[in-house]
Each structure stands twice: as C-alpha cells, then as structure tokens.
C-alpha cells in the first residue's frame, strides 16, 4: 500500500491576553505620539498608572496637610483649589477609596461644585520634600462634612519644578472661618496682575468629556513651578511655559480635547488663593509668544473669563527662615 503523507500542520499561534484600555486617552497619545514617546510612555503608564492606592500612596496622604483639588462646576468650567487640614483629614478605608474631610471655605467654586458621581482630580505634594502623587476619581458620596472617593487612577509624578517650603501653621487647620471671597473679577488688573508676576508656583485643573455625551469623563489636577516671572500677562490672557516632564501629557492632552482650564495661585505668604477660570490654546515650541522662555518645549495661552480672590484660604504660611531652593 502506497505510503501516505500527512498533510502539514498549520503553526499554533499562541493567544496573546487583552491588555485591556490604555490609561491614556485620545489626546495624551496624540501628543505622545508627535514628540515620539508613544510607545515607551504606553509600556510604563501600564505598569505605573493603577486602579488602586499602592499603600506607600496612602501612608503619603494621611500625612499631608492640604491636597489640590480640580472639579467642573454646571456651567462646565474646570475649577483648582487647596483644600487644607490637619494630619489625617484625608483617610483611606481601603485602596479604592479615599476620604476627605471638608475645611476650606463653602465659597470655594471647587467645593459647590462637588457632586455625586462627579468626577475629581486630587494631587498630594508635599512641599519640604518635593514628593506629589495624584488620583484621579468620582464621588461615591458626599455630605457637608466629607467626601468619599472611588480610585480610578493612581499614580506618582516627578518632583521637578517643585520649589521647597516649609509651612508653619497659622491658625487651626479646621477653622475655616476666617476665609472670605474678597473680590470677583473678569479682567487681569491691580493685585491680580502682581500676585501671578510673583508666582513660583500654580495648579492646573483640566478635563474631557466621553465621545458623544456631556458627561465629563475625568478631570485632573497638576502642579507648574519655576522662577519668579515664569507665568507672563499679556493683556486678559497667561503665556505658560512648558517644560521637559514625564510625557504624560496629562494636562495639555486634556486640552487638545477640551481647552477649559481653571488656575489656583496660592500666596503662601498670605494664605489668599488666586482662582482662575478661562479658554486655553496650545503654543508650538517656535511660538513667538514663548520667546524669551529657554527650555521650553511648548507652552499654552489662558484667556480669562472669571475669577475671584480667597483671603486667608490657608491655615499655614511658608517659612521664611527654612525656605529653600528646589
């Protein structure tokens, strides 16, 4: 009997898992893709960016005396702020969630516009070691004393262009009777324009909206440092530098998608919070609007629409005599 072949065997491809969504959306991967990081910043925002609280996240916060925090009021304009208290007023029950109490000011825009459900960004930095770690989240629940978040994102950031201070207490951390809005105002003139000349240090709240729907899909805080006279005014509007960072994009993908933005300058000699509300547009590293800022490698515009001053916001101030240099 003639001898038969058996027919080849197709090759066995092995079944590669679902590595699920990227943690980064549409906007922060076209601007990781333009400077070439794309796929290096995908790989580490995998291992980096998580759905929970590593615990050294959670002994970092329950030491803190104020966080950043971003949130979008009805209107859909993000807001920033800093809300303050004592060691332990931000608690985490477990690593999905993280409490807050609330002892800042009810005339603070980011507090009226906490909702349930809504989302928030939270950054924790604290500032004589230059640590910061952010989370990202929504609202499980909330009364006029606390808010429970649930974890969608948490994750490190470097400390560059974090100047150190020292803060010394200056009132009980949960009074908050002291604070008041002083002034609203739409255009960038008198102390406004001098406390943001003076500036070393401002956060940014941003957000995006899911395709298709009005629902705001995440918000999110981050911090901008640099030397006196690194925020410039020019007419209503902000000329803000960026610099060399962890190709996140966090911040500026967020415009790409969505150009509202809302600014917090905190006086830490004063204890005033400067907030700011407005439109951004990105600049391109050749911009003649960046000019005269080395380093850049991009930057962006703030127009303003509103803001309003919050005197003695903070119960602490900076330290002169230990302020040091990043």
Not at 152 to 181: E, H, M, W
């Amino acid at each position: 009997m003639p001898k038969t072949i058996p027919p080849t065997a197709a090759p066995v491809t092995a079944v590669q898992p679902d590595p699920g969504p990227s943690p980064f959306h549409a906007g922060e991967q076209a601007l990781q893709r333009a400077n070439g990081s794309r796929d290096r910043i995908e790989m580490f925002g995998r291992r980096a960016i998580r759905p929970y609280l590593p615990d050294q996240h959670r002994a970092f916060f329950a030491q803190l005396p104020f966080v950043a925090v971003a949130a979008v009021d009805g209107d859909g304009r993000p807001w920033a702020s800093l809300f303050p208290g004592p060691p332990g007023f931000v608690h985490t029950p477990d690593e999905y969630h993280l409490d807050l109490a609330l002892h800042g000011a009810a005339a603070d825009p980011v507090r009226q516009a906490l909702q349930p459900g809504a989302a928030i960004g939270l950054l924790g930095i604290e500032m004589h070691s230059r640590r910061r770690n952010r989370l990202n989240g929504r609202i499980k629940s909330l009364d006029i004393n606390h808010i429970r978040l649930r974890v969608d994102q948490s994750f490190g950031n470097c400390p560059k262009y974090i100047k150190r201070r020292q803060l010394t207490p200056s009132r009980p951390a949960t009074d908050s009777s002291p604070a008041r809005v002083s002034a609203r105002f739409t255009q960038l003139t008198g102390a406004v324009r001098d406390q943001i000349v003076a500036a070393e240090v401002f956060f940014v709240a941003s957000a995006i909206k899911a395709q298709d729907n009005p629902v705001i899909q995440g918000v999110d805080v981050s911090h901008r440092g640099g030397p006196v006279g690194f925020v410039r005014i020019d007419g209503n509007s902000l000329i803000i530098p960026d610099y060399r960072g962890n190709n996140h994009f966090n911040t500026l993908g967020n415009f790409l998608l969505n150009p509202r933005a809302g600014l917090v300058f905190p006086d830490f000699d004063s204890g005033t919070l400067l907030q700011l509300t407005g439109r951004t547009a990105l600049l391109a590293q050749d911009s003649p609007e960046l000019q005269g800022f080395d380093d850049a490698v991009g930057g962006w515009r703030f127009s303003l629409d509103e803001g309003l001053c919050l005197q003695d916001a903070l119960p602490f101030r900076t330290d002169t005599q230990t302020r040091t240099d990043q």
